[in-house]
Each structure stands twice: as structure tokens, then as C-alpha cells.
């Protein structure tokens, strides 16, 4: 399941909203209540399935969580 380790170790690339609440340390209710405000990072859909990608969320943590309508993800790159 996406929100268990992937083989190399690492954290996987995406996370399902169960996953989401265990890195965010909030409900699963919870998580569903912000997608469906808007208040974090729009989820991929894959099939009939939501899933958001670990980076994007990790760097919207760090940004302070804006709402969605705010939140613009460059893929994690630093043009600096």
C-alpha cells in the first residue's frame, strides 16, 4: 500500500489520505475535510483512487500549509 516503505528504504512517492493523516498526525476525517475544502495540495487520481505525491506535501508543510488556491508546487526543483 502506498503507505508503507518502498523497497528502497525510502519514503514512497505517494500517499492515500490514510497515509496523509499518519504523516500530517491528524484523522483520516480530518484529511478528507481539507481536500474537500481545499486546504491541501490537490491528490493525483489513479483510477478511482487520490492519491498526493510525499514530496509536494513535505514541501507544503515546510511553505507554511497555504490553501490550495495558493499553493503552487515546482516538482520540488530549486532554481536558485
Known amino acids: 500500500t502506498p503507505c508503507r516503505e518502498s523497497f528502497s528504504g525510502r519514503a514512497p512517492f505517494l ?3 490514510l ?3 499518519l504523516l500530517l498526525g ?3 476525517r480530518h484529511v478528507r475535510a481539507m481536500n474537500a475544502r481545499g486546504g491541501i495540495p ?3 487520481a489513479i483510477g ?3 492519491l498526493w505525491r510525499t514530496a509536494e506535501l513535505r514541501d507544503w508543510v515546510v511553505a507554511g500549509m497555504p ?3 495558493a499553493w503552487h508546487w515546482d516538482g520540488g526543483r530549486d532554481d536558485a
Open 15 to 17: 500517499a492515500d489520505a
Open 67 to 69: 490553501p490550495r488556491h
Open 48 to 50: 478511482r483512487r487520490r
Open 19 to 21: 497515509a496523509v493523516a
Open 42 to 44: 490537490r491528490a493525483l
Open 26 to 28: 491528524v484523522s483520516l
